[in-house]
């Protein structure tokens, strides 16, 4: 209370005297440091500038004589800024850089040895190669670096491991126990592993227990690979996440876990925290993607809250969005148009395929004001495709599909084994069926508009019938 008093009566005071006036901007200075210390508060001097060139040989890395990139990471302190001007970075040992400090690491720096520094990712690239020998960055300890405005590209962790169940993990970028900031970069052509029998996790990024969560947003990820050859599982082909993560207004073209059914996730794959999680994929852009279950994201003994995102022409042997032993995670406000679901995977169930399936909801999940439209099978029988079908093969689970307009598949909404689920004002539009039950699901139908489906199936009550009238 005495330190706040004092900061009260502090205009007071300083009307005291001349020499009080004068002395009054250091007097200010040394009662906010004492405040800020009584509070626990650590005044931080604003970090210094490191500068650094594809052919830097500097030894102060200053802006008018900069060093490699290796030096100036190296030598940079927490709150510090390495500048990274255009060229292409390669690297000896397991990774080109390794970053153990809370620093801002930024590409796209146009070289200029005076003036004020200017940055342009797309006209002066800034790229970090793995020359598909190496990772690309490693980044561990808990520290919070950002990493903006590079193409990382041709990493490799094959034989590296150190991931999740020993995982060969993070071909481009590999994060553990740290909580980075990766944004504004274009993350390419990156792989996890090509060992035989080895499993992979994350081609293009791999971050493990962040906290607070890490954050990936403004990314361009593209052709990225989780797994090639006969490894034995591929997880994420674009991005792994074991944790906490907000993950925002990127972009994922082409990315695959795995060219065979064993695989999860073309481009996310996320959780592995058997519990809720604060992990939120939002606003993204899914185009291309591919794997066994999840061509775009697959979620696994987690909660997660898919928000905003496009999911366009991806692949999957088994559904296009996946929640595997889900803890109540909410889809919502997403475009899923002309995904390809190819056939089942799963032996004893071979109905098992669709744009978004929950595979044992273990807490109360939600579809919420989804458009799910045009989507294809190549199942010899589309009568086992569905655009939302949500099962449990020995948990008693229960989930919501409320408000989602889906049209055009082989059947709208699937519900199965030992699974409730409450199906509240969504529109169902050209289907072989509308809603049905299998193998022992049940579902409370209401208020929801049918029309030119094949059958209707369960319509329940207040039912509406007649044209939607899209645009």
């Known amino acids: 209370m005495k330190t706040w008093r004092l900061l009260r009566n502090l205009p007071e005071f300083l009307k005291l005297s001349k020499f009080a006036n004068e002395m009054r901007p250091l007097v200010l200075s040394l009662i906010i440091a004492c405040f800020l210390t009584l509070m626990g508060i650590s005044p931080q001097a604003e ?100 990493i903006d405005g590079f193409t990382v590209r041709n990493g490799n962790a094959s ?63 593209r052709s990225n690979k989780g797994a090639t050859g006969e490894t034995s599982l591929g997880e994420g082909g674009a991005l792994f996440v074991k944790g906490s993560a ?59 809250d898919i928000n905003s995102n496009t999911f366009i022409n991806n692949t999957a042997f088994g559904p296009g969005v996946y929640l595997y032993y889900d803890h109540g995670s909410t889809v919502r406000n997403n475009l899923l148009f002309k995904n390809i679901v190819t056939s089942s995977v799963v032996p004893d169930h071979p109905d098992l395929i669709g744009v978004i399936m929950v595979e ?5 999940g939600r579809a919420l004001n989804n458009v799910i439209a045009d989507n294809k099978t190549d199942h010899q029988d589309p009568t086992k495709f569905s655009d939302i079908y949500i099962y449990s093969d020995w948990h008693s689970g229960s989930f919501e599909i409320i408000h989602n307009t889906i049209v055009s598949s082989g059947n709208g909404i699937t519900i199965g084994n030992n699974v409730e689920a409450t199906i509240l004002n969504n529109i169902l539009a050209d289907h072989v069926v509308g809603i049905k039950t299998v193998n022992g699901g049940s579902a409370t139908v209401s208020n929801t508009l049918f029309w030119q489906n094949t059958d209707d199936g369960i319509t329940g009550s207040n039912p509406v019938y007649g044209n939607p009238l899209f645009v």
Request: with cysteine; hydrophobic share 35%; glycine share 14%.
């Open 47 to 146: 970090g210094a500038e490191l500068f650094a060139s594809a052919g830097g040989s500097g030894s102060s890395c200053a802006q008018n004589d900069p060093c490699s990139l290796q030096n100036a990471v190296l030598t940079a302190n927490d709150g510090d800024t390495v500048y990274a001007a255009q060229g292409t970075y390669t690297g000896a040992g397991s990774a080109v850089i390794t970053i153990t400090k809370t620093i801002n690491l930024l590409g796209g720096w146009n070289g200029s040895a005076t003036g004020a520094v200017a940055r342009n990712r797309t006209s002066f690239p800034s790229i970090l190669d793995g020359q598909n020998a190496r990772r690309v960055i490693v980044i561990h300890g808990a520290i919070s670096p950002v």
């Open 159 to 221: 034989g590296l491991g150190g991931g999740l169940f020993s995982s060969d993990s993070g071909g481009g970028i590999y994060s553990i126990n740290a909580s980075p900031t990766i944004k504004n970069n274009i993350i390419t052509d990156n792989l996890a592993s090509g060992v035989k029998d080895a499993r992979a996790m994350g081609g293009g990024v791999f971050i493990q227990d962040a906290s607070p969560p890490a954050v990936v947003s403004a990314n361009e990820f």
């Open 246 to 304: 907000q993950i925002v207004d990127n972009d994922f073209f082409d990315n695959q876990a795995k060219d065979w059914p064993d695989s999860y996730g073309g481009a996310i794959s996320a959780g592995y925290t058997y519990g809720p999680a604060d992990i939120t994929i939002l606003r993204n852009y899914f185009q291309g993607n591919y794997a066994g279950r999840g061509g775009a994201v697959s979620i696994s003994y987690s909660k997660t």
């Open 360 to 364: 044992i909801p273990l807490e109360k």
